[in-house]
């Protein structure tokens, strides 16, 4: 089983560019979400959805945008990019009949220049 | 609303040596527990949780957390630390009927020869 898979691993971008992270997962789980890690910051969720169709903001949604067309792919677009968003950024599974537990993906390294 | 507070943002210790990781979380309502481990340049993997049943629960590579309902911890510890325990590790709680996760600010554990 591969999990939750995300992509590029490391990407540089100039300010103001655009991109797109890719996520997919496997597991069937109807929950995903993105979070952003920075350091002293903890991990900061950016959007979720709780299924196909259905996405929705979490703390820090502001100069990103989420879709959620099937249940295996949650793509992170980023509209504008600034420096503010050079980050860690990490796609999550959440299986909820096991207690809300959270599978992450690997992460992606996103510097913008 | 549930927050969680990991009360020491760095921990060195000696190897061999005992360590806790604490972790004291708040919410109006009964919740799930985690921690979770991330290795240098890794993404995030489950350590353990504590879903009901037993306070003292045991994970992998020897940790355990013990849940304490009257003090709202849920406290970290491992009896004898190697220097492949280097790594942050997130303490993280969720409301039962709530599908999302809220983390601490992580906690950087470092083992000295």
């Known amino acids: 089983n591969a999990g939750v898979t995300q992509t590029p691993k490391f990407q540089v971008l100039k300010t103001g560019q655009s991109m797109t992270l890719q996520c997919a997962q496997d597991?069937?789980?109807?929950?995903m979400s993105w979070y952003r890690q920075d350091p002293g910051m903890g991990l900061r969720l950016i959007h979720y959805s709780v299924g196909a169709g259905i996405t929705d903001q979490g703390e820090v949604p502001n100069g990103y945008n989420v879709s959620r067309s099937t249940t295996e792919d949650f793509p992170l677009r980023l509209l504008s990019a600034a420096p503010s968003q050079t980050s860690v950024y990490f796609c999550?599974?959440?299986?909820?009949?096991?207690?809300?537990?959270?599978?992450f993906g690997e992460g992606s390294w996103l510097t913008v220049v | 609303a549930q927050s969680v507070t990991q009360l020491d943002s760095q921990v060195p210790v000696f190897e061999e040596a005992p360590v806790e990781l604490r972790c004291n979380y708040s919410s109006s309502v009964s919740v799930y527990l985690f921690w979770y481990v991330q290795y240098p340049n890794q993404g995030l993997q489950l350590l353990l949780k504590y879903l009901s049943g037993s306070t003292l629960v045991k994970g992998i590579n020897g940790f355990e957390a013990e849940f304490n309902k009257s003090q709202t911890s849920f406290h970290l510890r491992k009896p004898s630390v190697h220097i492949s325990d280097t790594a942050e590790y997130f303490c993280?709680?969720?409301?039962?009927?709530?599908?999302?996760?809220?983390f601490g600010q992580g906690t950087r554990l470092t083992i000295n020869p």
């Open positions: 993280a709680v969720s409301e039962f009927e709530a599908q999302k996760l809220v």
């Open positions: 597991m069937n789980h109807e929950y």
């Open positions: 999550a599974t959440l299986e909820s009949f096991s207690g809300n537990t959270i599978y």
